[in-house]
């Protein structure tokens, strides 16, 4: 059964500590016990991690590739996400910068359902970046962000995507707030012809998930938003994998910051921006954008967008989604960077325009269509 | 309505670059819009985070708190940390050092269903630290590991855990492994007269946690181990705050390194490892111990410790589990470090005693009881 395998980089003094290390973590991740007590046959032959390769990037860093079993990660996301990196997270000096799942973990975790395509293909956006307005602030009621999710879809939102801080609270409660902002989007789409899709932030006690899914469902959302980062990629991928409910996922980076933010530690930037993604089956990845209020480089959202495109997989390639610094004046500038296949979040800003929301996203359009030669 | 309080460490150059930032974080993790645009009434006047109090601490360093209201919150623990420290997570230089849920969250996430005092009540440990071998590795069968738990309880063990790596993998599916452990255990406490407790590693993809929870609990498990890192702290809450289920619940670190180890980001120690666990209603909170394989060192862990035993709250106090580095050489001295409340992992070097790993628990617990006084 083909392994997949992780590339750590390993801070270390020298290679004899480095060797040592990526031992210990083919040990850490799999079996979890010394190595002299380790059961000879099947778990040592198979269970246990194998260090296929290492070798030194640069003074004092070191990339390690090892292999695991699909039998040591079974078939549920949680178990392969935390062969990849559960305790080994704890340790110092240790980053995941790149994962191969090979044949058999691409098959048990396919990957998104839709893809670029298939966004494209329900939103009938087929050429040009997307726009997806953001529907807030907390604090607001249902009829208040219904009628904001209207504007927008006016407007010529591609997307109309709930904001991630807006949960199930009592001012606009999840089933009441999904409801009407279905309805209202499905009101401005039978006006315009055009087919802006549906986002709610999908919430509840972990108990009323499920039942919270086929309520949006049933209601006429056509995606969910999720936090990773505080429901647990498992959420995306139990979606992510049902045929009959059929839904896309745009997953937000919220409470995902620490695990990029120190360089020796967590993952890099493409790594769990794009590539967890994509095997946890999101269909667009939402992350900050450079030049907005976090500290993201240029270089680190390309290579975020990279992982989210890149043909080669895993499964479908996906839409990244930049947040925060995009306006009219910078519409082109966004599009030479991030090029067509990208769904642009618009926030706060648009809600300057009030019951002009609408224009502020057709003169969005407008700009970006102007820039790529697009036709709306 | 009371409102709770967070407060964080900023790094920044000056006391305006300090102020500005906690003004800016007091947005960000609530209505996520620009000041000028935040509409009057409600939003302005509740919704809308507060810098409470805001100082240096040191040179680059500043302390700030800031109250959020619990309709922000709402009741969802998800969207409780979602405004603790959800974008605020991706910002460079800020960190999470304390929570005061004040009364209403307080009420809305009462913690710890058992509790010290709960925990030892069920399994008859009244006095003296509580001991809880690991059953491993994974890639034995259900039936060597339900022997390995068997031998275990026989022993003396406290608490019979199992390791966070073993999920539903082929070799030891969830079902069968819990039905059969929970035999062994049961088996084994008919035997001895005491009541060694039993606590699977809950597994499952998302839409199958629910139906796991309830065979293992039919199945006779006693709590479930989980792994708020993967699976979401909402797992964790969703069992604690279920009365007829009535389950104790131990979580487990993995995934989590990226929280603490950079000084910069994240949550201090005591924070994540007791705070949020208390908030999310764990009993028993597993942390990596000093000297061990992790790099904590003791005085972090004692700030776990200290934390996961406040008798201030929040909810009541619950059990530290430091894993890592016990001995019956070192049991005089994690004793000391530690007292008396508290749940002693042994690991794998218990599987050198094969058959014998009855012996190595009894050692131990002699050992403790040498050091502490305590009575069997």
Redesign the interface.
């Known amino acids: 059964m083909a392994r997949f395998t992780v590339t750590y980089r390993i801070f270390a003094a020298d290679q004899t500590e480095a060797n040592a290390r990526a031992e ?1 973590i083919a040990l ?7 190595r002299d ?3 000879a046959g ?2 040592e032959d ?3 991690g194998r260090v296929e390769e290492i070798g030194a990037e640069d003074e004092g860093r070191f990339r390690a590739t090892i292999s695991y079993s699909p ?9 392969f ?3 990849i ?8 000096g240790l980053r995941v910068i790149g994962i191969d799942p090979g044949k058999e973990m691409a098959s048990r975790h396919p990957g998104p359902r839709f893809g670029i395509e298939g966004i494209r293909a329900l939103c009938g956006r087929h050429e040009g970046g997307l726009i997806a307005p953001v529907l ?5 009621g249902a009829d208040d962000l219904a009628q904001i999710g209207y504007l927008s879809a006016k407007g010529g939102a591609d997307i109309v995507k709930e ?3 807006i ?5 606009a409660p999840f089933r009441e707030r999904v409801e009407k902002t279905a309805a209202a989007v499905a009101r401005a789409n039978t006006e315009t012809g055009r087919h802006a899709l549906y986002f709610p932030s999908l ?5 009323e ?2 039942a919270n899914i086929r309520f949006a469902k049933e209601a006429g959302a056509d995606g969910l938003l999720i ?1 990773p ?7 995306v ?2 979606i992510a ?1 049902d045929a009959i409910l059929n839904m896309p996922v745009m997953t937000h ?7 990029v ?2 360089p ?3 993952f890099d930037h493409g790594v769990i921006f794009g590539t967890l993604q994509r095997l946890a089956g999101a269909d667009i990845s939402v992350f ?1 954008n450079a030049g907005g ?3 993201f480089t240029p270089e680190e959202c390309a290579q975020i967008a990279d992982a989210c495109r890149d043909g080669a997989g895993p499964g479908k390639p996906m839409l990244p989604s930049p947040g925060g610094g995009m306006s009219v004046e910078r519409a082109a500038d966004m599009a030479a960077v991030y090029g067509e296949d990208v769904v642009y979040l618009l ?3 648009l ?2 325009h009030g019951e002009r929301i609408g224009e502020g996203i057709a003169a969005m359009r407008a700009a970006l269509n102007q820039t790529q030669g697009a036709k709306t």
């Open positions: 210990a850490e991740q799999t079996v979890e016990i010394p007590v380790v059961p099947f778990v198979v269970i246990l039998e040591s990660a079974g078939f549920e996301l949680t178990q996400f935390n062969v990196f559960g305790n080994s997270s704890i340790q110092r807030k602030p907390q604090g607001l904001d991630h801080g949960m199930d609270q009592p001012m919430a509840g006690q972990a108990d998930l499920e936090m980062g505080l429901l647990g990629f498992g959420v991928s139990r994998r980076p919220s409470f995902l910051g620490p695990y933010l120190s020796e530690t967590g900050p209020r976090f500290g926030g706060g800003s809600l300057r």
